[in-house]
């Protein structure tokens, strides 16, 4: 096992863009469970992009893919399967090795350059340094796929030196961050966050105990525009 981190920039083989489409966005964030799956569906709503989860651990309640499903209204966005599903929720690389599988970001590159053209959000797993295999990490995958980056902030104790260490990371790996969204606005603390670390504030998303299609349509219209301006997206992407 390689127990290098590899967290300087290396000569990383990105892939190839594929024509008519821009950049995917890459929904990644400062840990688990700090509400990635919700903000992917409200960018999707909100741009009507397509949705993909290519790593999916954990599913006996349900996947992430048929979660977005369910909380979507529009009927132009597209749902493409996961390239690895395993049952156990757990570290992507843990949860592989159960199953006596092993990640491959080739495999996930692959995936991903057959998918037909469209804007294209995909959703991480976990945090941006969740282990994949015994080498790679997610931010590794972020950067084969030439991805545009959303980091997701849940505002808890802590969590703003999370914060500044993921952003500290992906400039060190000269990531193309469009931005943070963050969650629950604890304390109000933004603002700050979005200062030391250099990438602006797409949005604030307000708790609620009550996460339906309703509510992400309402979150959609209201960050519509400031994430085409920081995504740089258009009328015909």
């Avoid at 037909?116 to 959703?123: A, K, Q, R, S």
């Amino acid at each position: 096992m390689n127990h290098d981190f590899n967290l300087q920039l290396n000569n990383v083989k990105k892939a190839a863009p594929v024509p008519g489409r821009q950049a995917p966005v890459f929904v990644t964030g400062i840990g688990t469970e700090i509400g990635k799956t919700l903000v992917s569906a409200i960018i999707v709503e909100a741009l009507q992009a397509n949705y993909w989860k290519p790593i999916q651990a954990g599913f006996e309640d349900g996947s992430d893919n048929h979660r977005v499903r369910r909380l979507i209204t529009n009927t132009q966005s597209n749902y493409y399967d996961e390239v690895y599903k395993l049952k156990l929720p757990a570290s992507p690389h843990i949860a592989a090795r159960e199953e006596n599988s092993n990640i491959s970001i080739d495999n996930i590159v692959k995936s991903y350059q057959a998918i037909p053209p469209g804007l294209l959000v995909i959703e991480g797993a976990g945090g941006i340094m969740v282990p994949l295999n015994d080498n790679d990490f997610v931010i590794d995958l972020v950067e084969r796929l030439n991805a545009r980056v959303i980091l997701v902030s849940r505002n808890y104790l802590g969590s703003i030196n999370h914060s500044l260490v993921t952003a500290a990371l992906c400039k060190q790996r000269k990531l193309d961050v469009a931005g943070w969204i963050f969650n629950d606005q604890y304390l109000h603390y933004e603002e700050e966050i979005a200062a030391w670390s250099g990438y602006p504030r797409i949005a604030s998303i307000p708790f609620t105990s009550q996460v339906n299609s309703t509510f992400v349509k309402e979150q959609a219209e209201m960050i519509k525009e400031p994430l085409r301006r920081y995504l740089c997206v258009n009328d015909e992407s």
